[in-house]
């Protein structure tokens, strides 16, 4: 027994099990959520390299899985981001039974929790972008649903990320070439701008974003929110991994004027364009632009040299905030398209009335990935502010920016949203399991804005862990 | 003898670079299937100039199996399959097209245009990849070339999964001469028979239209 096998092996068994019980909803949603918490669990019982005892029985669960002469390997530092990932899993998984999602979430969220986790643990690690490549192809099958016209944003989705895989290989193998002749510039430069594309196409970068707003306007809130968040999650961490990998990329200055400049795109495109829409979806789709741009600012402050690694405990920090906002943004976007059909401001007028929860998570969900006081975005976004504002006073303006126009985008969609007649009295339609979700999500939203002190800690020592900054 | 052996990795660009074209134009998809297949014989050919030929074959086997995957889909769909002259799909398109129709012609141009660029451009891929033959580079700018132009240019389902596929063909043959790992070329098979399996089944939902 190894722990590959037990996080990469076993989830993607189960989700294949569950995909032919689809039928027995409840019990599919019931069993994804017990194994993604059973897996969470199993990183903090089990005792990896050391025997277990039960009995005259004796088993040792390795480390490390060779396969085809490469390893895959869970190496202590990477246990904190298994525990994330498999926890995103169980907190989607547990709206899915009470919303009009797509039932299919659960065996193929396990497969792709399974090869996100291939990803993290393949050595060298530069295979991992393969391995993200297949969950993309498993995140493209699962966002068009069966019943419906496959959405052209899915096709775009599908066309820049696979893309990106070729151009991430390539620069790999000739940034090992640079590390042998490091006095080549020409080389560098042609290197330098392999990774801008092969990032960019990953990450979603201007101009390679166009499919962000799309997908979350044509395809299933929950299912698009998902997405965004286990890719952008697994990126993050692939990017980190690059950047150790060639640390000496830490040092150079083109790197943190392309991470600087995109970021700084980034905000301030998703904010300004976030400010005018007219689409809920959409509108998410732009609040996602803005987190990938403060992303890629976070990841500015850690660059620059290998001093300013741990300024990645930012970025990590982020992580948390954003998949509890995604989550109960995406809940409650469905819960609103089902009942209007669509989620154009002209159909949805007035709904806030009988879904007054849904729209106060709505509007606390896209007030959090604003980075607004008092929600669970804030802290972290604060730090961001301050940090930038001392090194690069432009991108803090920029992030500021983005959040504004978030903000801006986010009241114009509860205005539309509380639009009505007076006579119409304020109720709560939501079924009780949807009540009791979305309620139990906003009060972890605020109640982590009001007391940031209790899980902020405990997220930057993760970060530092992963980042072998700690033991 | 040995000019026929020697002539073989030649007869593979061309036979990569008609493939290639002919995925470009053909708005038949029995004969883009056909022109798929053919295309991973000229991709095993110069994979093997790299690789042992029983590794290579790892690439044909995919690319065959992934052109089936996708030709099984559309056979069992109960409409006929064509590509309209704008590119876009159609179902139940019957009219004949003229073969020189400006659909064909435009893309027969920009073709040209591109492989003008790949052939200038080839011999600087020695640069990084001093390994590497001509004919390889070649093969793989025209792949790669040919199948990124596709994808520019349609927002028809089959052909956006025929331009990738013929984009990660050429990647793969640059990428052969660089990495021999078996878990690579396992990986990479994968991939490929996985964007064959999510085209089957985009294909095969909801008529296969993509919402316009």
Known sequence: MNAPFIWIILPGAIGVILFFLLRFRRMVSLAGLVTSLLLVLAVYVLP???PIVVGRWSIEISEAWVILGRTFILESHKHSMVVLLYLTIAFWFGGTSIGDIDRRIVPMGLGIASLLSAALFVQPFLYAAIFIEMAVLVCAALLVSPSQAVPPGVLRFLTFQTLGLPFILMAGWMLSGIEANPGDAALVRQVGVLVALGFGLLMAIFP???WIPMLAEEANPYITAFVYFALTLAISLFVINFLDRYNWLYASPWLLVFLRLSGVLMVALGGIAGAFQKHLGRLMGFSMLVEIGNSLLAMSLGSGGLENRDNFRILFASFLPRGLSLGMLGLALVIIRSQAGSLEY???????????????SIFIGLLSLAGFPLTAGFPIRLILWQELSQQFPLAAYAAIIGSSGILIGSLRAVGVLVLGSDQQPWRTLETAGQKSLLFASLLITIVIGLYPQGIYPILYRMALIFLRLEP | MTVIIQAIPILAVVLVFFSSLGLLIITNWRWSIVVLTFQYVGLFVLVSQSWPVTLALVKLVAGWMAGAIIGLALSNRDIEYQISARGVFQSGLKKKERFFSSYRVFRLFIAGMVSLIILALAPYINKFL?????????????LMGFGILQLSLTTDLLLVILGLLTTLSGFEIIYADIESSSLVTALLATVTLGIAQLGAYLLSIGHGDVSQ
């Open chain 1, 48 to 50: 990896l390299g050391k």
């Open chain 1, 346 to 360: 002209n159909r949805i007028r007035g709904l806030a009335r009988n879904y007054w929860l849904s729209t106060a």
């Open chain 1, 208 to 210: 390679f974003h166009s």
């Open chain 2, 130 to 142: 001093p390994e590497i033959k001509l004919e390889q580079s070649v093969g793989a700018l025209f």
